[in-house]
């Protein structure tokens, strides 16, 4: 069954300092890959996304992504994280299977320290 | 920047009444989505809308759960007879290409948070 994990629950990160959030997919075939933000109370926001070509991807406010087939991985990095980067982070997988929907993983909540 | 608009923000509802929670997609968006968060929980997908009819569905969206795009602009979804473990955080998002395209990505709303009591 499509799924994505992302293994960590909670991280804690020193402000200033660099961040990678993992997320693992499941399906075989090229995936259609995806981080999204939620801010408490917020709606979701696409912070990147992956579906071929260059395997590094940039995205909004200083994000940054790889695609790694051989680890069906696709890890979410910051050089250096701001306080409000606080938040809850998805990663997503989209596939059409004769119809269209993503699959979310479980979340992996930042929290920030001064 | 263009947004998609959910209404309202909070209802409470009793429990066995029909709701329905409204969306304004961006207005040159072609694919249409519902989504749903119960607190502290993962977004689970209900269903996604494509050319005036529903291309998936989830194992959650049942009978009770219905959507329409009745005049080109608005997309609901209407909940038939509540019940209590309906409770969530309803979110609409929207997407002007399929899987794969290069405008495939969602905008999302800022979702709708139904209380069933």
């Known amino acids: 069954a499509q799924s994505v994990t992302q293994p960590d629950i909670h991280i804690t990160v020193s402000e200033g300092a660099s961040l990678e959030l993992r997320c693992n997919y499941s399906y075989g075939a090229t995936p259609y890959l995806f981080w999204y933000v939620q801010s408490p109370g917020q709606g979701l926001q696409l912070l990147l996304k992956y579906f071929s070509g260059d395997t590094q991807v940039q995205g909004i406010k200083g994000f940054e992504a790889e695609f790694k087939r051989s680890q069906s991985s696709f890890n979410l990095r910051k050089p250096s994280v701001h306080w409000s980067d606080a938040a809850e982070y998805f990663c997503?997988?989209?596939?059409?299977?004769?119809?269209?929907?993503?699959?979310f993983g479980a979340g992996t909540r930042l929290f920030v320290k001064a | 920047e263009p947004e998609v608009t959910q209404t309202p923000s909070h209802q409470v509802t009793q429990m066995g009444q029909e709701v329905i929670l409204r969306c304004v997609p961006i207005?040159?968006?072609?694919?249409f989505y519902w989504y749903r968060q119960i607190l502290g929980q993962k977004v689970e997908f209900l269903v996604s809308?494509?050319?005036?009819?529903?291309?998936?569905k989830s194992e959650i969206f049942d009978d009770q759960f219905s959507v329409e795009r009745p005049d080109g602009s608005n997309f609901t979804l209407k909940i038939r007879s509540t019940k209590l473990e309906d409770s969530a955080m309803y979110f609409c998002?929207?997407?002007?290409?399929?899987?794969?395209?290069?405008?495939?990505?969602?905008?999302f709303g800022s979702g709708t948070r139904l209380t069933v009591v």
């Open positions: 997503a997988e989209g596939r059409n299977t004769g119809g269209f929907k993503t699959i």
């Open positions: 207005s040159n968006h072609l694919y």
């Open positions: 998002a929207s997407s002007e290409g399929g899987p794969g395209g290069p405008n495939y990505g969602y905008t």
């Open positions: 809308f494509y050319n005036n009819e529903i291309s998936e």
